[in-house]
């Protein structure tokens, strides 16, 4: 994996956000989803109230992987390994132990996988699922990764349960308690 580290920024919130690992422009940009994936997934959180700047300091932000994976051989972003997700996984535990999150949303069949286990998109996309992990139970809401590589969310079944899945995120007592206060 390529360095630097990347880390959202120390907000103690109620929602924790999981992506996969940084892509190769985060690391030089000192932050999570700064590129094209970012650009869509924080257009689909501004409607339901946050923009991204007030996602970024609202909402931690953590991810599978800290360090991008690099390049495949034969181009595009190359996912973690299962030793790679393993190195990193006591940074998600004490994470989740130290923010005890009451809704979790993974972004991405790799960080939806550490939550529910390995499933079709189309079977846990648009719903809530009762989740636990480092000993902390909670709620999680996945989504698609937003990633432009990524046609999922674009086409049906992906873009209604897309929407589905950000209902119900827009919904969610945690997500209404940090939308709904001035900070």
């Given at each position: 994996?390529?360095g630097?580290v990347?880390?959202?920024?120390?907000v103690?919130?109620?929602?924790?956000?999981?992506?996969q690992?940084?892509?190769?422009?985060?690391?030089?940009?000192?932050?999570?989803?700064a590129?094209?994936a970012g650009k869509?997934?924080?257009?689909?959180?501004?409607?339901l109230?946050?923009?991204e700047t007030?996602?970024?300091?609202?909402?931690?932000?953590?991810?599978?992987?800290?360090?991008?994976?690099?390049?495949r051989?034969?181009g595009?972003?190359?996912?973690?390994?299962?030793?790679?997700?393993?190195?990193c996984?006591?940074w998600?535990?004490?994470e989740?132990?130290?923010?005890?999150?009451?809704l979790?949303?993974?972004v991405?069949?790799?960080a939806?996988?550490?939550l529910?286990?390995?499933?079709p998109?189309?079977?846990v996309?648009?719903?809530k699922?009762?989740?636990?992990?480092?000993?902390?139970d909670?709620?999680?809401?996945?989504l698609?990764?937003?990633?432009?590589?990524?046609t999922?969310?674009?086409?049906e079944?992906?873009?209604?349960?897309?929407q589905?899945?950000l209902?119900?995120?827009?919904?969610?007592?945690?997500w209404?308690?940090?939308?709904?206060?001035?900070?």
């Amino acid at each position: 994996m390529v360095g630097p580290v990347v880390v959202g920024n120390p907000v103690r919130s109620p929602v924790l956000l999981i992506g996969q690992a940084p892509g190769p422009h985060e690391g030089e940009l000192g932050r999570p989803f700064a590129w094209t994936a970012g650009k869509q997934l924080f257009k689909w959180f501004a409607p339901l109230g946050l923009d991204e700047t007030g996602f970024r300091n609202r909402v931690y932000m953590a991810a599978v992987c800290r360090c991008f994976p690099g390049k495949r051989a034969s181009g595009g972003d190359r996912e973690p390994s299962p030793a790679e997700i393993a190195n990193c996984a006591g940074w998600l535990d004490r994470e989740i132990e130290l923010n005890r999150p009451t809704l979790v949303i993974p972004v991405g069949r790799i960080a939806i996988e550490q939550l529910l286990g390995p499933a079709p998109l189309a079977d846990v996309i648009g719903r809530k699922h009762r989740a636990r992990r480092a000993g902390h139970d909670f709620e999680a809401i996945p989504l698609p990764h937003p990633s432009g590589a990524s046609t999922w969310f674009k086409m049906e079944p992906g873009r209604s349960l897309t929407q589905k899945a950000l209902s119900l995120i827009g919904r969610h007592a945690a997500w209404r308690a940090i939308t709904s206060t001035s900070r």
